[in-house]
């Protein structure tokens, strides 16, 4: 093992959270959500999420009174206002209560963010965001956000060591390894889970590539979209030739991933899972595949 991955992977979260006594010990640690008894609505392989080695990103839960979508979110897409919303009214368009609407459970959201600090507009806006919901269903709705960025901030609250327990693979082994340590007392049945498919060969291949992936697509949409706002550089100045080539490689990673889309559609995954994954708008993936005419056909016939 170089690193020792932690929990802000969509895979490694869903494996150790589909175990319920651990989700409602998360849930009341960093959402102050007391939760009782209740089911997973996605926790087994089904025809939109059957390829689990490449992780799923929500946990669905519902008990009698609600549902509940737990998400986590490592890159800042620009969108989160939209796929929440989206995500809720999905939620109560599936239930279909007939003429009787009193038999619709409140939808609730409860987001995982990961954000870079210094965003505290960003921030502000999801606060906003929360609030609005609240306001405007009341308890038809709710939305929770918990930013692992922000808890690193309070140092020696619980928040502050849950986010630890998040961001292992931004620390050294040895670092990680302490941390791990440290906390085994009162997270020791967590901290066994983490170590557990961190030895586990095949899952930990698929964090690497997981991993591999982030940061081959936040590399890419950065540069571009920050070519894309630079202007006043003209053709053939040093700077813009720099420019130039960066753009170039950023590209060349976009290519990249492209090419692993289209393994993924070979394996049968939706383009929904496909967009979590790799982090690409429905609007590249649409951009780079009709450019290319691709398709699960096409791709298959050579």
């Keep these: 093992m170089k690193k020792i991955y932690g929990l802000r992977y969509d ?37 939109e999420n059957k390829n689990l080695r ?4 929500d946990l669905i839960i519902e008990d009698k009174t609600r549902i509940m979508i737990i998400e986590i979110q ?5 969108n989160l206002s939209e796929r929440v919303k989206t995500y809720i009214s999905g939620f109560y368009a599936r239930q279909n209560p007939g003429k009787d609407y009193k038999k619709i459970k409140p939808v609730e959201a409860y987001l995982i963010l990961n954000y870079k600090e210094g965003r505290p507009k960003l921030l502000k806006e999801y606060e906003q965001l929360e609030k609005t919901i609240n306001e405007q269903f009341g308890n038809l709705s709710k939305i929770k ?4 960025r922000e808890a690193l901030k309070t140092y020696g609250s619980i ?18 390894k302490m941390v791990l ?14 170590n557990k498919y961190n030895m586990d060969l095949s899952t930990y291949q698929r964090l690497e590539e997981i991993e591999k992936m982030e940061m081959s697509f936040e590399l890419a949409t950065s540069m571009i979209k920050h070519d894309a706002e630079e202007k006043g550089i003209r053709i053939g100045e040093k700077r813009g030739e720099k420019r130039g080539e960066k753009l170039g490689e950023a590209k060349g990673v976009l ?3 492209v090419k692993i889309a289209k393994n993924m559609l070979l394996e049968g995954m939706s383009i929904e899972q496909i967009l979590r994954i790799t982090g690409m708008t429905r609007k590249q993936f649409e951009l780079e595949f009709n450019k290319n005419k691709v398709s699960k056909e096409n791709i298959m016939s050579g």
């Design 255 to 257: 290519k990249n991933q």
């Design 54 to 57: 490449y992780g799923i990103s």
């Design 159 to 176: 928040d502050y060591h849950y986010a630890r327990l998040f961001n292992l693979d931004e620390l050294s082994k040895s670092k990680s």
């Design 74 to 78: 490592n890159t800042d897409l620009k």
């Design 145 to 148: 956000i918990w930013n692992i």
């Design 11 to 47: 895979l490694m979260f869903k494996k150790i959270f589909t175990q319920k006594e651990l989700l409602k010990r998360v849930m009341k640690d960093i959402f102050h959500e007391n939760i009782g008894l209740f089911w997973y609505s996605n926790k087994e392989p089904t025809k």
């Design 181 to 194: 340590k440290k906390l085994e007392k009162n997270f020791g049945i967590i901290i066994k889970e983490i």
